[in-house]
């Protein structure tokens, strides 16, 4: 390994691109949320994808944590859902252990989210499902996602057996392993960077109704707070 370690140490910008204040935070952090989204969707590259987040599961036998990056796919007032296998790693646990947490980034902002993560409806998932591209559509159904295969052949040999098995059908069904998890928020934090590492962070928590998850409306109020940064 050949790495300048002054060139690591060295890398830092100042984080001078906006505040974030009390008298800037709704009620609602969703809508704080959006409008930081739409500015992130405005500002930076598609390359960049600001509905990229790095999603964290841990396994309740070990404790140990893991992360990955997914994508969010649906925002509304329930919460943030992505799609995956639901044989993977990440469902695995969050089936094991529901907690989860993600963290989007958008240069000199981010957005952590904490809360519970549960399956999405199979009308939800088959609704997205059917709107990605043929391809990914026959992706879900050949990867058997997290799992070891012998090579890069054993895929592109599963995909082709399942682009064979539907070449007279352009609206393959479901995979029953894949399908859609959503975070329902009891903590969303926005942190805002700030000159001299004293960046502006707002908490928002509120209790969730374990037991209606998917009803945005069963859930306790939102309360905010100031954090050090
Ligand atoms: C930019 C980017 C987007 C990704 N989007 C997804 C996604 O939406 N769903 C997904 O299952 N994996 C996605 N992945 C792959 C995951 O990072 C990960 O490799 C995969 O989900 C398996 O994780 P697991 O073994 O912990 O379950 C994405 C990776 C990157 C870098």
């Given at each position: ?31 704080l ?82 809360g519970?993560?549960l ?10 499902y059917n ?18 295969i012998p090579?890069?052949k ?55 109704n ?20």
């Amino acid at each position: 390994m050949n790495l300048d370690p002054r060139a690591v140490a060295d890398m830092r910008i100042n984080y001078d691109q906006g505040v974030l204040l009390e008298s800037d935070a709704p009620a609602d952090p969703l809508d704080l949320f959006t409008r930081w989204f739409d500015a992130a969707r405005a500002n930076l590259p598609a390359e960049a994808e600001p509905n990229a987040v790095a999603l964290a599961t841990a396994d309740p036998d070990t404790g140990r944590p893991s992360c990955r990056i997914v994508l969010v796919k649906v925002i509304d007032p329930r919460g943030f859902c992505v799609f995956t296998n639901l044989e993977s790693r990440k469902a695995d646990q969050i089936a094991r252990n529901p907690w989860a947490a993600m963290t989007f980034w958008w240069g000199q902002r981010s957005v952590r989210i904490e809360g519970r993560m549960l399956p999405v409806s199979a009308a939800e998932s088959d609704a997205y499902y059917n709107a990605r591209p043929i391809g990914s559509r026959i992706g879900a159904w050949a990867s058997p996602q997290s799992r070891p295969i012998p090579d890069r052949k054993h895929l592109e040999d599963r995909e082709q057996a399942f682009r064979d098995q539907f070449s007279d059908n352009p609206s393959p069904p479901r995979p029953p392993y894949w399908g859609g998890l959503r975070l329902v928020p009891d903590t969303i934090e926005f942190w805002q960077g700030r000159p001299s590492r004293l960046h502006d962070r707002l908490r928002y928590s509120r209790s969730i109704n374990l037991e209606a998850l998917d009803d945005a409306a069963a859930h306790g109020p939102w309360t905010m707070e100031r954090l050090a940064p």
